[in-house]
């Protein structure tokens, strides 16, 4: 009997410790959250595709608001934005353990800016951004994590903090 115990615990410890790696080729998670931003708090929703064993290809959808007051005037302004990113997994490289994920890659965007007021003066205007992130995550389960990301040149410069869904 002990020995049925101890192979199972071993194998649930197994199989739960395999299945918290990065993105295996082929498939995908979703990552929804906040960020951080010198205009207003955006908002976004992503995925990323595993492309090879340390490779991931995502995309991205974001949304924020905010106001400007000038001359007794207020502004209201939205910005939209979609990006795509490619990042490095230091998983394997690094030998770290499951539930981490560490990674770093390049990002392109396109943003769209609009105002409450035509005669603005075009100090926020649409525009491609090239940047690149820093992140990591940490998977509470095999689906579930949480998700902190440092970059710039894009929507987010600053960061963002949200979770991630394995699907």
């Given at each position: 009997?002990r020995?049925?115990?101890?192979?199972?615990?071993?194998?649930?410890?197994?199989?739960?410790?395999?299945?918290?790696?990065?993105?295996?080729?082929?498939?995908?998670?979703?990552?929804?959250?906040?960020?951080?931003?010198?205009?207003?708090?955006?908002?976004?929703?992503?995925?990323?595709?595993g492309?090879?064993?340390?490779?991931?290809?995502?995309?991205?959808?974001?949304?924020?608001?905010?106001?400007?007051?000038?001359?007794?005037?207020?502004?209201?302004?939205?910005?939209?934005?979609?990006?795509?990113?490619?990042?490095?997994?230091?998983?394997?490289?690094?030998?770290?353990?499951?539930?981490?994920?560490?990674?770093?890659?390049?990002?392109?965007?396109?943003?769209?800016y609009?105002?409450?007021?035509?005669?603005?003066?075009?100090?926020y205007?649409?525009?491609?951004g090239?940047?690149?992130?820093?992140?990591?995550?940490?998977?509470?389960?095999?689906?579930?994590?949480?998700?902190?990301?440092?970059?710039?040149?894009?929507?987010?410069?600053g960061?963002?903090?949200?979770?991630?869904?394995?699907?």
């Open positions: 009997m020995k049925l115990i101890l192979t199972l615990s071993l194998a649930l410890i197994s199989a739960v410790g395999f299945s918290q790696n990065p993105l295996g080729v082929g498939q995908n998670q979703v990552n929804v959250g906040v960020g951080l931003s010198e205009h207003g708090v955006p908002i976004y929703v992503g995925i990323d595709h492309i090879s064993r340390d490779l991931t290809l995502g995309g991205e959808l974001s949304y924020r608001s905010f106001n400007d007051n000038e001359n007794n005037f207020r502004y209201k302004h939205n910005v939209i934005g979609i990006s795509g990113n490619l990042n490095y997994h230091f998983n394997n490289a690094l030998n770290m353990s499951n539930e981490w994920d560490f990674y770093v890659g390049p990002n392109l965007g396109y943003y769209s609009s105002s409450n007021y035509d005669g603005f003066d075009g100090r205007n649409s525009e491609v090239v940047g690149a992130q820093i992140g990591f995550r940490y998977y509470l389960s095999n689906s579930v994590g949480l998700n902190l990301e440092f970059g710039g040149g894009n929507a987010f410069s960061g963002k903090f949200g979770l991630t869904f394995k699907l």
